[in-house]
């Protein structure tokens, strides 16, 4: 799965000479926490978030009144607040590459270029929902999580095991664990639960951590 099968495509952008409270009113209005900063070509030069738009309002504290406020953030341009450079990724690539920049750079969103052009914007909120995928949450069925050897031919008994019984994998994903070992967690429909833990548990070198109806 790539970034441009499910990024928004034709994001919501602003001006750089934009003002604060005109940010702050298109977020809300369009309810997007980020929004790419363009300039008068419609260049991306940067990014803004409701983080830094926070950040730049006064304390309460303050003793400046509210028109010196208002006055002051009206002339607090975002070119000021955004981010630039911006990171970037582009449509081709994997959304495990996307979520791991993020991750490593602790960023919500990336805005997705092609040809120097802005043409997407992939956010933690959609990786989040390709994980509800993943995992196949949205469909009723059995979850079993066993953990296994790190060897090859045990995911193959494994869904040999499932496929035997008439069962119907919706969903199957696999994660490391110390020791050489592996926790699989698959999503199985059309099968009877009693007759698909006996089925696991009776398998090599597999041990069920977690059987449940979700």
Known sequence: ?????RMTRNPVTIREDGSVDEALHVM????????PVVDDAGKMVGIVSDGDLLHAEPSPATSLSVYELHYLLSKLT??????S????????TPLEEAARIMADNKIGGLPVVEDSHLVGIITETDIFKILLELLGARV???RVTVRVAEAKGVLARLTKCIADLGGNIVSLVTFDEQGGERLI???VTEVDPDALRRAIDG????????FRTA
């Open 28 to 35: 809300r209005e369009k309810k997007v926490r980020r929004l």
């Open 140 to 142: 009723p069925g059995q």
């Open 203 to 210: 398998l090599a070198a597999a041990q069920v951590v977690d």
């Open 78 to 83: 975002l070119s000021r607040l955004m981010s």
């Open 85 to 92: 450079p911006v990171i970037t990724v582009h449509p081709n």
């Open 1 to 5: 799965m790539l970034v441009g099968e």
């Open 185 to 187: 967690t698959v999503k």
